[in-house]
């Protein structure tokens, strides 16, 4: 998977938001969600889980962010949540 900054000197934050925000038009709800001990959202879409996001922070600081649409992997999220996978 590739990983790309979103923050400091560069054009990283430029490159991703935009692409981000196009992708993000089927995304009908963000809800705050504990994903693996580490804070993070549930990405709903109409049609149920399209993903997971985790915060991992440091010094009060999002030091990186873990991304998951594996299907596979949203079983386990489906299942404690009685949510369908979109």
Same mark, same amino acid.
């Given at each position: 998977?590739?990983?790309?900054?979103?923050?400091g $000197?560069?054009? =990283?934050?430029?490159r991703? +938001?935009?692409?981000?925000? #196009?992708?993000?038009?089927?995304? %009908?709800?963000?809800?705050?969600?504990?994903?693996?001990?580490?804070?993070?959202?549930?990405?709903? $879409?109409?049609? =149920?889980?399209?993903?997971? +996001?985790?915060?991992?922070? #440091?010094?009060?600081?999002?030091? %990186?962010?873990?991304?998951?649409?594996?299907?596979?992997?949203?079983?386990?999220?489906?299942?404690?949540?009685?949510?369908?996978?979109?």
């Open positions: 998977m590739p990983r790309f900054s979103v923050t $000197a560069g054009n =990283g934050p430029q991703c +938001w935009p692409e981000f925000a #196009r992708k993000a038009t089927d995304i %009908a709800e963000v809800r705050p969600a504990g994903i693996n001990g580490l804070p993070g959202f549930l990405i709903l $879409a109409a049609d =149920g889980i399209d993903g997971v +996001w985790a915060l991992e922070t #440091r010094d009060e600081k999002i030091a %990186a962010v873990y991304i998951s649409r594996n299907p596979d992997k949203l079983g386990a999220v489906a299942r404690v949540t009685g949510l369908p996978i979109g």
